[in-house]
């Protein structure tokens, strides 16, 4: 049996990985997460996800530097899957971000 981590940073963050499986689940089955494609509401929705995964306990004991890795853990996971949308989808995406 695996050892549970009793440090919040490390059970908030393996509780983001273990999350973050679903989305390499859709990948692999050739579908993808839509983004905004304005950067700055993409990070908004990010961030959300990641607050929202936070149990309402922890989240005051979070440290603002463990709260930026688990959204750029999500945003490694979703970054992958804009190249399976549609090709409209991608190429509005494109003109603000080259994916």
Do not use: C
Request: proline share 6%; hydrophobic share 40%; aromatic share 4%.
């Amino acid at each position: 049996m695996p050892a549970v981590p009793n440090d919040v940073q490390a059970v908030f963050l393996d509780r983001i990985e273990r999350r973050v499986k679903i989305l390499k689940t859709l990948l692999d089955a050739g579908l993808g997460v839509y983004q905004a494609a304005e950067e700055q509401q993409r990070k908004r929705a990010i961030d959300q996800v990641v607050r929202l995964t936070a149990r309402t306990s922890e989240l005051p004991q979070l440290t603002p530097e463990t709260l930026a890795k688990a959204s750029d853990i999500v945003a490694a996971h979703l970054e992958p899957m804009q190249k399976v949308l549609p090709h409209d989808v991608q190429y509005r995406n494109r003109l603000r971000k080259s994916w």
